[in-house]
T-cell receptor
Framework: NAGVTQTPKFRVLKTGQSMTLLCAQDMNHEYMYWYRQDPGMGLRLIHYSVGEGTTAKGEVPDGYNVSRLKKQNFLLGLESAAPSQTSVYFC?????????????FGQGTRLTVV | SQQGEEDPQALSIQEGENATMNCSYKTSINNLQWYRQNSGRGLVHLILIRSNEREKHSGRLRVTLDTSKKSSSLLITASRAADTASYFCATPPGGGNKLTFGTGTQLKVEL
């Protein structure tokens, strides 16, 4: 049982380039989340989804877009990468909202924008 | 803004000792969760305590919740080197669908 899988694990981008981070879960969870983790800042929510075809903004959504075309996948896009988006990105999923049940996290994607 | 804040930011103890870390939060909650993060890895759920519970145990973990003080504590008993990690508390402000994480306590357990 893979749980939550993130692709890729590492990436280096040049300023202005675009990329998509893929998150896949095999637990049939309704809710999926994208967080970024920066030193001393904890995890901050970027976007989340409460079900297939839905997305919503989190705490720090600017510069990112997301899509949830299939229940098992949640994509995070950076249209024009900036050095401020250098971070470690985590995807998470939960059966119900995180306010009710535990969240399962992927292993993270370390992104560097130069 | 951070809903939860852990204290201390860093803690270093010897193997076999107990480790206690605290979390304070700002708004009303219906539950509080603790997660562990090993270096370079994702977060792993440890325990969830609901607002109507005062204490909960899971193996060597003991969590308390004081809603009147808006605080929680995580106690790890008989610590091991493998417990070395960062520990985060997380809350769903207002009982919503999203978790807000604190900045974490870095625990180092030395042999």
């Amino acid at each position: 049982n893979a749980g939550v899988t993130q692709t890729p694990k590492f990436r280096v981008l040049k300023t202005g380039q675009s990329m998509t981070l893929l998150c896949a879960q095999d637990m049939n969870h309704e809710y999926m989340y994208w967080y970024r983790q920066d030193p001393g800042m904890g995890l901050r929510l970027i976007h989340y989804s409460v079900g297939e075809g839905t997305t919503a903004k989190g705490e720090v959504p600017d510069g990112y877009n997301v899509s949830r075309l299939k229940k098992q996948n949640f994509l995070l896009g950076l249209e024009s990468a900036a050095p401020s988006q250098t971070s470690v990105y985590f995807c998470a999923s939960s059966l119900l909202g995180q306010g009710s049940t535990e969240a399962f996290f992927g292993q993270g994607t370390r992104l560097t924008v130069v | 803004s951070q809903q939860g804040e852990e204290d201390p930011q860093a803690l270093s103890i010897q193997e076999g000792e107990n480790a206690t870390m605290n979390c304070s939060y700002k708004t009303s909650i219906n539950n509080l969760q603790w997660y562990r993060q090993n270096s370079g890895r994702g977060l792993v759920h440890l325990i969830l305590i609901r607002s109507n519970e005062r204490e909960k145990h899971s193996g060597r973990l003991r969590v308390t919740l004081d809603t009147s003080k808006k605080s929680s504590s995580l106690l790890i008993t008989a610590s091991r080197a493998a417990d070395t990690a960062s520990y985060f508390c997380a809350t769903p402000p207002g009982g919503g669908n999203k978790l807000t994480f604190g900045t974490g306590t870095q625990l180092k357990v030395e042999l």
